[in-house]
């Protein structure tokens, strides 16, 4: 592990003013929250910051469910989130996303804010043993395309980089129009989950549209009826402990047996969360037939590109939308 200084900042201010910057390894000074993934990047020597700014017990980690909707404190943890009777109730799709991510023991550590600021499960990103990787080291090269890219996106690629954005819970709140609290030294702004994350193009190691010294304070979902008829269904290589292969979160609001209004995003196949409105669109009036639904899921794969080991999300990305409608449309 490169040596670094860690920080214990006593309040926000003091923590902000370090500049630290999320998702980018030429940054000098980085955040740490619950550890959970930060910890393996600085073992790996993945990470070498010269500063570790620590955000413990300074950000709120309530969780209030109101008439406005929902607002998560980033410090509140993935298992608060997922065992709060009020999200199991009325957002089960962020619950589901939740209790189908990582271990119990890192959901009660990892924090919500740390875990959509995840780095991606590239292989080649996270062992140094490869020179080749854009995101890592800009300009190396990208070792994925020509290599093993099994669990490498379809979506949203570039010729520089090809790495699926790793969290659950983000495609669920992309799905439910969340958006993000950022604090900085300049104030606060909000900025829609949707454009959060940056696609790869040019620049695969600037992650996010963080500006060094900004936070992550609080994740906000609207209140919509759709919420609570919504689910999360995730194909994985085995049942526990892994990540998506391929996810979709779907959200219905349902007339009899037609839809009336859908949301759904994509996870495992796209650089950042997936969302899919041609997809929703042609799903206004379907019923929960699966012949009905085909048509429409069919939609998702506008633009997907496979890469020599991923191309079969394409086909299985369509199959979890049409059963993931089923499981939600069922929903009382
Ligand atoms: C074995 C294992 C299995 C896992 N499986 C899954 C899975 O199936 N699905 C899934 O979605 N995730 C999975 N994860 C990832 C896990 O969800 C993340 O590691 C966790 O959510 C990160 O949260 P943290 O608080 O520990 O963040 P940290 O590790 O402390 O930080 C992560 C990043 O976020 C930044 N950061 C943290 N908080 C803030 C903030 N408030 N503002 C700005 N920057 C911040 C840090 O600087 C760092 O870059 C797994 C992790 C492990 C170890
Ligand atoms: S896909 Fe992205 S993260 Fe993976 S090796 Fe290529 S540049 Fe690096």
Redesign the pocket.
């Known amino acids: 592990m490169h040596p670094f200084t860690l920080e214990r900042p006593r309040d926000i201010a003091a923590a902000l003013a370090f500049g630290?910057q999320?998702?980018r390894n030429d940054a000098p000074a980085?955040?740490?929250?619950?550890?959970?993934?930060?910890?393996?990047l600085l073992q790996e020597n993945v990470r070498r910051p010269e500063r570790l700014v620590s955000?413990a017990g300074l950000?709120d980690n309530r969780i209030d469910v109101g008439p406005q909707g929902l607002r998560l404190g980033?410090?509140a943890t993935?298992a608060e989130v997922a065992a709060h009777p009020a999200v199991v109730e009325q957002f089960p799709v962020i619950a589901e996303?939740l209790l189908?991510?990582?271990?119990p023991q890192?959901?009660n550590?990892?924090?919500?804010?740390?875990?959509l600021?995840?780095?991606t499960r590239c292989p080649y990103f996270r062992d140094i043993g490869y020179d080749a990787c854009n995101k890592r080291a800009p300009g190396s090269g990208c070792a994925a395309i020509g290599g093993e890219n099994r669990w490498h996106a379809v979506l949203g690629t570039s010729e520089n980089c090809i790495a699926t954005n790793?969290?659950?819970?983000a495609v669920a709140l992309v799905a439910l129009d969340a958006a993000i609290e950022v604090h900085g030294t300049g104030g606060q702004r909000t900025v829609p989950l949707a454009d959060f994350h940056r696609l790869p193009g040019a620049t695969p190691h600037i992650e996010t549209v963080?500006e060094p010294g900004?936070?992550?304070?609080a994740i906000t979902v609207p209140a919509n009826p759709v919420a609570r008829r919504s689910h999360y269904l995730k194909v994985r290589d085995r049942a526990s402990?892994?990540?998506?292969i391929v996810s979709a979160a779907v959200a219905l609001e349902m007339d009899g047996n037609r839809i009336q209004q859908a949301r759904v995003a994509l996870g495992g196949v796209g650089t950042k969360p997936w969302r899919v409105p041609p997809v929703e669109a042609a799903l206004v009036g379907a019923s929960l037939d699966p012949a009905a639904l085909r048509p429409a899921a069919a939609l998702a794969a506008a633009g997907a590109q496979g890469h020599g080991h991923n191309g079969f999300k394409i086909e299985l990305m369509q199959r979890a939308i049409v059963r993931a409608v089923e499981t939600a449309g069922a929903r009382a």
């Open positions: 630290a999320p998702g980085e955040y740490i929250a619950g550890g959970t993934d930060m910890v393996q955000l950000l980033a410090a993935m996303a189908n991510s990582a271990s890192v959901r550590q990892a924090t919500t804010g740390g875990n600021l995840q780095r790793p969290s659950d819970l963080l900004e936070v992550i304070a402990f892994e990540f998506a």
